[in-house]
């Protein structure tokens, strides 16, 4: 028991018990200080200076970063203190980029609202536009420095939630920006696109990158065939922007609303996250029964393989080679919607709803298209759909629901809780445990996978196997769990990874300004979906067997499905070692191809290789299309890569791959 | 092939160097600024390569070192010339005006205030503050030779000699 203690805000008195801070304690107290650099989930770093009070007999002191203590008088709206937090909104607007009507962020914006709020009308201070150059490299973010505000939010969720680090704060002074090292592109540095800086950055420095043009665009193009897919998590999150209860499933809303925009069919991405569990969970027993390459980990979450292919590459044949539900759809709507529904493959558009901003990285990846069309066209997030929704003039609570089409329209609760982090373990494991067992499985609520803990354990018995599953999100727990299983401190059988808090539910694309309190109703919502749907377990969505017996080789793991719905990894990790370019081809498309040099014992037979490659590839006239490097690590290892794929480390692999690479240009 | 060997051994033996200061520190992540000072001792400035080795070698991200490196002044991201030239721009040295002298340096060199560094790579003019001579005013040293009550013209000479006997050698 935590004792009661109490101090005054405005002269009203407060109970206060284990607040971290005084912020904390007067915002309990009804009194929305305002704040930039203040998360609960982050670190203090107490650069904004909003939320000032004073402490009598102290002085004025920043609240978020002073502990509360018994008897404490505070006051918050001095005469002083108005004008101190005026001030620094009018420093910082000076600064800023204020082109509020053309910016996304608009209407959610923290920095806007703060200064309606405060009565700031004025900006007493000039000071030159700033004209830095707006970042669109990367296919998840737009990254404009004239609209930061250098609180540090972004900087802190990237290395604190996700353990990355992409970007930090560089310069000093006038000049001090928060980039990427080297103030690189966001799209060509370690950035594993989850969105999550975008989703706690206060202004429009960092958005989703908007791809609604796209959509528009096909949906007026009469030649085209378009087609939608919906992620769990988008109906529990689009509420939010039409002040619906914040969990509340507004999927036949949606499916309402994209008919009306004009698109021809409406699937639901459930669908194929159940397919997922057919081919996942068939790998896991299948793996489990041989123990080999244990653990299995999920696949679903682009940013948590990103990051694996680039940190932890040793872990990449552990990872399974499942698509993600979203890339499972594109591959089966390829596949088979252009017979269905009587149009050609090139004039079929696959659209994607998603709660994150990986997801679109993840479509453009070349591996996830078939004769070079991307398997999935567009990707748009929760945020861009509501957009579209509100630009048209209509309330998405006005609208009669409707059902998804159908086939790709049915869905198990199994399918609907991958949005909340431990839903694809649960899924995976009422299919596994009554595949294993050979009996029905009567109760198939796992809860000590459920929950907003960021690591979830657990050991099952099944069938007399122990079986370790583990479920964890935020990168940086990622790493510290795969850290104790490199060591051997820590073992498992089967282990989902999500990026994002919570979950998808809180993906870089949902609605702005989730809390925990926040993710844990969305995730709520995704289980009330499951507690009311008559069919639970993956397995019974027959519609998925139908499918697998009419275009996928009779079921789960055949030639056929293995060829559509798996993929391969890239190995990532030369990313950060020193490099010595070595050869620069000339042409726009060129082939990466890079050569690990350890610096420390021997890299004897490293160094010939990398002569022997020099060599070939200017003998064979491929020099203006190859970009050759070394790289150089302090760790013994022997890599090669090819345009990202890992080739075994010998002179006539890496022609082979060299040759095949440059033709496939 | 001969040649890609020799270049790749000799960036090994460059990393070497960074190698055994990072061993010096115990690879310790609270002596970033130690060990990128020991870098900057060897290259002269901090090389791209070196702050990406230094980063990855300490399990930091790179962002965080080039944030490092990028805020104090005394790094520089930039190679120097092989010879440098410092000219005082301290308040006694201002005020005997020490600017007609930069203006010379920046003339004769091609040179600016964000660049400060000739493209042959054989002059880099830093502007320091006080060098504490300041009854020598205006200040500058060539090389760790110092040069008091200089002028313009002192400094067009200063550079011409240096021009010719690097042609000569
Ligand atoms: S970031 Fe906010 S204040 Fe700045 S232009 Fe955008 S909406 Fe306006
Ligand atoms: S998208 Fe994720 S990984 Fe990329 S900079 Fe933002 S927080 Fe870091
Ligand atoms: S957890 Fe979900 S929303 Fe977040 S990056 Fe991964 S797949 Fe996207
Ligand atoms: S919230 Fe306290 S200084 Fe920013
Ligand atoms: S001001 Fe130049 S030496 Fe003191």
């Not at chain 1, 040099?597 to 020099?614: M, Q």
């Not at chain 1, 050759?628 to 480390?649: M, P, Y």
């Not at chain 2, 001969?2 to 070497?16: G, H, S």
């Amino acid at each position: 028991m935590t004792d009661t203690k109490k101090l005054t805000v405005n002269g009203l008195e407060v109970e206060f018990t284990d607040e971290r801070n005084l912020l904390e304690v007067i915002r309990k107290a009804g009194i929305d200080l305002p704040t930039f650099c203040y998360h609960s989930e982050l670190s203090i770093y107490g650069a904004c200076r909003l939320c000032l009070v004073l402490v009598e007999g102290r002085g004025i002191m920043a609240a978020c970063s002073t502990a509360p203590a018994e008897g404490m008088v505070i006051h918050t709206e001095t005469k002083e203190l108005r004008e101190m937090r005026k001030i620094n909104i009018e420093l910082l607007l000076a600064n800023h980029d204020r082109e509020c009507t053309t910016c996304s962020k608009s209407a959610v914006c923290a920095l806007q609202n703060i200064a309606r709020r405060l009565g700031v009308h004025d900006v007493r201070f000039k000071s030159p536009k700033r004209t830095d150059p707006i970042d669109t490299s990367s296919p998840s973010l737009d990254r404009n420095p004239n609209k930061c505000i250098l609180c540090g939010d972004c900087v802190r969720v990237c290395s604190e939630i996700q353990g990355i680090g992409a970007i930090d704060f560089a310069n000093r002074g006038s000049n001090a920006r928060v980039a990427p090292a080297f103030n690189a592109d966001l799209g060509k540095v370690e950035c594993v696109n989850c969105g999550q800086c975008a989703a706690v950055c206060p202004t429009g420095a960092l958005l989703p990158h908007d791809d609604t043009e796209k959509v528009w665009n096909a949906l007026y193009d009469c030649s085209k065939t378009v087609v939608v897919q919906i992620a769990p998590s988008v109906r529990v999150g689009l509420g939010e922007m039409f002040g619906c209860k914040v969990g509340e499933n507004v999927a036949g809303k949606l499916v309402a609303a994209l008919k009306l925009m004009g698109f021809k069919y409406v699937y639901d991405t459930n669908f194929t996250a159940d397919m997922t569990i057919f081919e996942e969970a068939t790998e896991f027993i299948d793996r489990f029964t041989k123990k080999e390459k244990l653990p299995l980990f999920t696949s679903c979450c682009p940013a948590w393989v990103k990051y694996a292919e680039s940190y932890f590459p040793e872990f990449l044949p552990n990872i399974s080679s499942c698509r993600s539900p979203q890339g499972m759809f594109g591959a089966v709507a390829q596949e088979v919607l252009p017979q269905q529904l009587g149009c050609k493959r090139e004039d079929l558009v696959v659209v994607s709803i998603m709660p994150c901003t990986a997801k679109k990285f993840e479509a453009k990846l070349p591996k996830l298209a078939t004769n070079g069309k991307p398997d999935v066209d567009i990707v748009i997030t929760t945020v861009e759909v509501g957009r579209m929704i509100h630009s048209m003039g209509i309330d998405l609570n006005d609208l009669e629901p409707q059902a998804f089409d159908m086939p790709m329209g049915l869905a198990t609760g199994g399918g609907v809780i991958f949005g909340a982090s431990g839903g694809v373990m649960e899924a995976a494991l009422r299919f596994a445990v009554e595949k294993i067992t050979g009996e029905t499985l009567k109760n198939v609520d796992f809860k000590m996978v459920r929950g907003m803990n960021n690591r979830k354990t657990a050991t099952l018995n099944v069938a007399g196997n122990e079986v370790k599953v583990a479920v964890v999100y935020g990168l940086a727990a990622a790493k510290k769990l795969l850290n104790e299983i490199k060591s051997g401190e820590s073992q498992f059988d089967f282990v989902e990874v999500m990026a994002c808090p919570g979950g998808c539910i809180s993906g870089g694309g949902q609605p702005y300004g989730a809390t925990n309190e926040i993710r844990k109703q969305r995730q709520n919502g995704l289980y009330t979906i499951d507690a009311t749907s008559q069919l639970k377990k993956s397995q019974e969505n027959y519609m998925v067997d139908k499918c697998y017996a009419e275009h996928l080789g009779g079921g789960a793991g055949s030639h056929k499905a293995h060829e559509l719905l798996h993929t391969r990894y890239q190995n990532r990790s030369q990313l950060f070692d020193a490099k010595l370019p070595i050869i620069r081809g000339t042409k726009d498309n060129r082939l990466a191809v890079t050569v690990t040099i350890p610096t420390k014992g021997d890299n004897a037979a490293a160094t010939e290789l990398l002569g022997a490659v020099s060599q070939y590839v200017k003998e064979s006239g491929y020099a203006d299309s190859v970009d050759l490097d070394a790289a150089f690590t302090a760790e013994n290892v022997n890599c090669v890569t090819v345009d990202c794929e890992e080739i075994a480390a010998s002179i006539d692999s890496v022609k082979e791959a060299i040759e095949k690479g440059v033709k496939a240009l | 092939m001969q040649e890609t060997i020799e270049k790749t051994r000799e960036e090994v033996q460059r990393l070497a160097a960074v190698n055994e200061i990072l061993e010096r520190n115990n690879y310790d992540q609270s002596r970033l600024i130690p060990i990128l000072q020991q870098v900057q001792e060897v290259f002269k400035y901090l090389p791209k390569d070196a702050i990406t080795y230094v980063a990855t070698s300490l399990d930091l991200p790179v962002a965080h070192v080039y944030g490092v490196a990028t805020f104090y002044a005394h790094f520089s991201l930039n190679p120097k010339g092989k010879h440098i030239i410092r000219l005082c721009d301290g308040t006694a040295c201002h005020v005997k005006k020490s600017s007609g002298i930069r203006e010379k340096l920046y003339e004769k060199l091609g040179l600016s205030d964000d660049n400060r560094t000739s493209s042959d790579l054989m002059f880099t003019v830093d502007i320091v503050s006080c060098l504490g001579a300041c009854g020598l005013a205006p200040v500058m040293v060539v090389d760790e030779v110092v040069h008091g009550q200089a002028t313009p013209e002192l400094a067009a000479e200063l550079i011409d000699k240096i021009r010719a006997e690097e042609s000569a050698a």
